[in-house]
């Protein structure tokens, strides 16, 4: 049970046309999200499997991507490790702060993996309802960004606190890495064919910076799961994975925000497939300009033989924003099966 547009992009074939696959597919600018939302908190949509599966579909039997992801959110592993995990109007907040003093609260034995067990059966309840040409992918978030986000309460800003304390980066990721494979293992376990690693604060450190530091746990990951676990990383650069392509090549594919230009990630060695990259916010333009604008984007892409843009999955540079309008959406997916039919 699976996408074959996808499972060709996974192995690397050459095809006339991608799949699609949108992060954030399932969120807030879709109607199907904001009915669930007025009888549901964020909290009971992501860890009632039920209600999980029933998100997750939406986008899928609505808009007809190829793939479906595991609706959940990545700071997960941080409630589990009993820092607290709430959802406000102003987005997530957990309950203290990471200082070094406070190591020695963090949990990762089986008690904190038992807390994560909602996301397998909502990953099986997903593979259960999702039609059988349809893929289905996990997720988790990196150990930097998690890092990032246990010692800041996010990600914007300088990053000072977190950039920093290199040595409490080590004791944090020394702890969150036994729980971080054993979540993607669940997923695996529930059916995912391969989860993605998404890591949202990556580009906000040097190229020297996140080759010492963030790089290394990454690779350690995927080389825990040959082929089957993917990378984003948001804002990072060529010079972020200069002279590292033979050290990624463990990883089932990665992924690539509009800072990037797609046909030149197309002549490096990205292993398995190459996800992205049209600027979300531009699907925010009235429909006329949307079209012109996304044609010219795939000018160049359509100009490419298959074999030259093997391994593509075609989607956004980041997620879907809310408010985003669906009507771009769903003529974002005619334009690309009407032109790489």
């Known amino acids: 049970m699976s996408n074959l547009l996808f499972q060709n992009a996974l192995l690397h074939k050459a095809q006339p046309l991608p799949p699609i696959w949108m992060m954030r597919q399932a969120g807030r600018y879709h109607a199907h999200y904001q009915a669930l939302r007025k009888k549901h908190s964020f909290m009971e949509l992501c860890k009632v499997p039920e209600l999980a599966a029933e998100v997750a579909l939406g986008p899928v039997m609505d808009f007809d991507f190829d793939v479906s992801i595991l609706f959940s959110d990545l700071l997960f592993p941080l409630e589990a490790m009993g820092m607290g995990l709430t959802y406000e109007d102003t987005g997530p907040e957990l309950g203290f702060s990471l200082t070094p003093d406070r190591i020695k609260d963090l949990?990762?034995?089986?008690?904190?993996?038992?807390?994560?067990?909602?996301?397998?059966?909502?990953?099986?309840?997903?593979?259960?309802?999702?039609?059988?040409?349809?893929?289905?992918?996990?997720?988790?978030?990196?150990?930097?960004?998690?890092?990032?986000?246990?010692?800041?309460?996010?990600?914007?800003?300088?990053?000072?606190?977190?950039?920093?304390?290199?040595?409490?980066?080590?004791?944090?990721r020394d702890c969150l890495m036994p729980l971080l494979e054993k979540n993607i293992q669940l997923q695996l376990d529930g059916g995912a064919e391969t989860v993605m690693i998404f890591d949202t604060a990556a580009g906000e450190v040097s190229p020297g910076y996140y080759q010492s530091h963030v790089l290394p746990d990454l690779i350690a990951l995927a080389k825990k799961f040959p082929g089957k676990v993917g990378y984003y990383s948001k804002g990072t650069q060529p010079a972020h994975f200069a002279g590292k392509w033979n050290e990624l090549q463990s990883f089932s594919g990665m992924g690539f925000d509009h800072r990037w230009s797609l046909p030149e990630l197309f002549r490096l060695p990205v292993p398995g497939f190459v996800q992205g990259c049209f600027d979300q916010a531009l699907l925010f333009l009235e429909p006329k300009e949307f079209e012109k604008e996304f044609r010219r984007y795939l000018e160049p892409i359509v100009r490419l033989a298959p074999e030259e843009r093997k391994g593509w999955v075609c989607g956004l540079g980041h997620g879907v924003l809310p408010k985003t309008p669906e009507a771009n959406v769903r003529k974002f997916i005619q334009i690309v099966r009407e032109v790489f039919q």
């Open 107 to 172: 949990k990762n034995g089986p008690e904190a993996l038992e807390i994560l067990m909602f996301q397998k059966t909502a990953m099986e309840l997903t593979r259960a309802r999702l039609p059988k040409n349809k893929s289905l992918i996990g997720f988790v978030g990196g150990p930097w960004t998690l890092y990032v986000y246990a010692v800041e309460g996010g990600h914007s800003g300088s990053l000072t606190a977190s950039k920093s304390q290199p040595e409490l980066y080590r004791a944090f």
